[in-house]
Nanobody
Framework: VQLVESGGHSLQAGGSLRLSCVVSGNSDSAACMAWFHQAPGSEREGVAFRTKGDYSSLADSVKGRFTVSKDNAKNTLYLQMNSLKPEDTAMYYC????????????????????WGQGTQVTVS
């Protein structure tokens, strides 16, 4: 399984971006897919989660601004980011697993088996 993110960019505060994560395997059967972010000197933390049953959950810091969606036909997970703030600046990683576990904010990065290479988002 390979995950490839794209869509990161540098932009001004208040702008919007859509990140994409293409999964080489069958994303429809993944138990949980998620977006994490990691700023320099900080721990990797979960931002948005999508279960196999299409239930979504978001970290409090992004609620009302970000949405997570999945296109099973394209094996792609999306993160729509609106009203971006400088504190959103980070490397954004896509993650997936095919086994059970917590699929919501607070899920540990170590609980995910597959990761993308990351895409940088810089908000000034």
């Amino acid at each position: 399984v390979q995950l490839v993110e794209s869509g990161g960019h540098s932009l001004q505060a208040g702008g919007s971006l859509r990140l994409s994560c293409v999964v080489s395997g069958n994303s429809d059967s993944a138990a949980c897919m998620a977006w994490f972010h990691q700023a320099p000197g900080s721990e990797r933390e979960g931002v948005a989660f999508r279960t196999k049953g299409d239930y979504s959950s978001l970290a409090d810091s992004v609620k009302g601004r970000f949405t997570v969606s999945k296109d099973n036909a394209k094996n792609t997970l999306y993160l729509q980011m609106n009203s971006l703030k400088p504190e959103d600046t980070a490397m954004y990683y896509c993650a997936a697993r095919w086994r059970g576990g917590v699929c919501s904010p607070g899920a540990k990065p170590s609980s995910f088996d597959y990761w993308g290479q990351g895409t940088q988002v810089t908000v000034s």
